[in-house]
């Protein structure tokens, strides 16, 4: 059955000393919390990952990139690969935020090449989909979300799509406060079930881990993770905190 997740995007968060220093928090709150009920991962900026694997127990607390490049090596000015991000020793990647298609310019086309990259270095895609709020509005989200779905991951095979870890952020939500409601949560993530159980059958898509983000905190973590279609959390603001980001943890 699915993993339950709890994942913490810092976003460009945290200088490399306040990062460390963070990540140590939250390593030492899992240590000493008894029946943590779910898998917890950190994403954290580039700069901080190789010194953050080697502050941390793997086995407690995941840690992950939150972007890679759309290509594998070469004349890329700035860009960081999936060979490097694994090399650093994260097993998670990032992909797609509504951040990265909106500043950046990512196209479903090149999302797709992302996700095959860090797939092909034995990453683990954290993949995000969401709508904004006019197309909330105006009742085109479910349309919206399937062809992020369809357009970016549709050509991996049922093995391929096994790894993927799905993370639902409309986009009015993050960094709102404005958080989806537990039912508007449940519906859209039901909705992607079924897209997936369409497309790959029952199994898979039983098995596939998705996330709700969008303004999650402890206050309101408990009743969006008891819908039975919400298998945890993408998380920005509230994992710059250690006690938010165990509230958050602890809701399971
Ligand atoms: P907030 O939790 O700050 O709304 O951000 C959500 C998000 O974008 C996580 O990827």
Known sequence: MRKKIVAGNWKMNTTLEEGVQLAKEVNEALATTEGVKCDVVICVPFTHLAIINQVIDKDRLGLGAENCADHLKGA????VSAPMVASTGANYVILGHSERRQYYGETPEILKTKVNLALEEGLTPIFCIGEVLEQREDGSYLDVVKAQIEESLFDLDAEQFG??????????????GKTATDDQAQEMHAFIRKVIADKYGKEVADNTSILYGGSCKPSNAAQLFAKPDVDGGL???ASLKCADFMGIVNAF
Do not use: D, M, N, S
Request: hydrophobic share 45%; aromatic share 14%.
């Open 235 to 237: 998380i920005g603001g």
């Open 76 to 79: 890329y000015t700035g860009e």
């Open 163 to 176: 790894k993927i870890i799905l993370a639902y952020e409309p986009v009015w939500a993050i960094g709102t």
